[in-house]
């Protein structure tokens, strides 16, 4: 499936918006539409919530989507319109809950085990088939939010035979979260500068307080790593203005 967007933030006056979900499979696919919890750790990986932390605030119960479940030929796709409502006494700051997109099974597919295909005499196959999934955040900022971020504790790793490894620390502060896109660059003391990695679409939701990251350094064009500077940018993605959020520069002898 294809997801656009990929997160929704609802701020100030707005209470609307729309997502397109599309099938670019071969088969026809059914998907269920909900909304589900998640926490994301220090590496970004997210996981289920079973019992809020301190700060942990949903969106959930202020979110309102249709549909809630659509079948989507090969190539179609379906608008998904999403409403908030906020109660009056809500407290300023932000709230995140991410909707789900679940592929259910196909009713006129062979599901008993006596239709599955036989491998040999007296065996039974069992055909298995994946049903995937997705998820995007959907975040309603209430009040006065804000956030900054700052990129610490910079380790530039070598191991033999393989690229340069860089690992950092994303520390962020304030009552909303942050997203957008890190650049990595390096300009030797007598050369121009190079950008030898990027990551996009990287977020840390509160009340995360930091991210630990590395990226993987690409090749550099007729120079070594030494005897320059390493330059790390976060800026918002284009669409959100562009922003630079932080840089630091590390400096290599």
Same mark, same amino acid.
């Given at each position: @499936?294809?997801?656009?967007?990929?997160?929704?933030?609802?701020?100030?006056?707005?209470?609307?918006?729309?997502?397109?979900?599309?099938?670019?499979?071969?088969?026809?696919?059914?998907?269920?539409?909900? !909304?589900?919890?998640?926490?994301?750790? *220090?590496?970004?990986?997210?996981?289920?919530?079973?019992?809020?932390?301190?700060?942990? +605030?949903?969106?959930? =119960?202020?979110?309102?989507?249709?549909?809630?479940?659509?079948?989507?030929?090969?190539?179609?796709? +379906?608008? #998904?319109?999403? @409403?908030?409502?906020?109660?009056?006494?809500?407290?300023?700051?932000?709230?995140?809950?991410?909707?789900?997109?679940?592929? +259910?099974?196909?009713? *006129?597919?062979?599901?008993?085990?006596?239709?599955?295909?036989?491998?040999? =005499?007296?065996?039974?196959?069992?055909?298995?088939?994946?049903?995937?999934?997705?998820?995007?955040?959907?975040?309603?900022?209430?009040?006065?939010?804000?956030?900054?971020?700052?990129?610490?504790?910079?380790?530039?790793?070598?191991?033999?035979?393989?690229?340069?490894?860089?690992?950092?620390?994303?520390?962020?502060?304030?009552? /909303?979260?942050?997203? &957008?896109?890190?650049?990595?660059?390096?300009?030797?003391?007598?050369?121009?500068? /190079? #950008?030898?990695?990027?990551?996009?679409?990287?977020?840390?939701?509160?009340?995360?307080? !930091?991210?630990?990251?590395?990226?993987?350094?690409? +090749?550099?064009?007729?120079?070594?790593?030494?005897? &320059?500077? !390493?330059?790390?940018?976060?800026? *918002?993605?284009?669409? =959100?203005?562009?922003?630079?959020?932080?840089?630091?520069?590390? /400096? !290599?002898?």
């Amino acid at each position: @499936m294809m997801l656009y967007p990929t997160r929704i933030v609802f701020a100030g006056n707005q209470r609307a918006a729309q997502l397109e979900l599309i099938n670019n499979g071969t088969e026809s696919a059914t998907y269920r539409i909900s !909304l589900v919890n998640r926490r994301m750790s *220090e590496t970004g990986a997210f996981s289920g919530i079973d019992v809020p932390l301190p700060g942990e +605030q949903f969106a959930e =119960d202020m979110l309102r989507y249709s549909p809630r479940q659509v079948t989507l030929a090969p190539g179609a796709g +379906q608008a #998904v319109r999403i @409403m908030v409502r906020k109660p009056a006494n809500l407290a300023p700051g932000e709230y995140r809950s991410h909707m789900l997109f679940a592929k +259910q099974p196909n009713p *006129e597919g062979r599901t008993s085990v006596e239709s599955s295909n036989a491998t040999a =005499d007296n065996e039974i196959g069992i055909t298995l088939t994946a049903l995937v999934g997705a998820s995007i955040p959907v975040i309603v900022r209430h009040g006065n939010t804000d956030a900054s971020v700052a990129l610490t504790h910079l380790d530039l790793r070598r191991p033999a035979d393989k690229a340069p490894v860089l690992g950092f620390v994303m520390e962020r502060s304030g009552n /909303q979260s942050v997203y &957008g896109d890190l650049t990595i660059s390096f300009t030797p003391y007598s050369g121009s500068e /190079q #950008v030898i990695a990027r990551a996009n679409g990287v977020a840390i939701y509160t009340p995360n307080p !930091l991210r630990r990251a590395s990226i993987s350094l690409g +090749q550099l064009n007729g120079s070594r790593l030494t005897n &320059g500077a !390493l330059r790390v940018t976060y800026r *918002e993605q284009a669409e =959100d203005g562009g922003a630079l959020l932080v840089e630091t520069v590390l /400096q !290599l002898p």
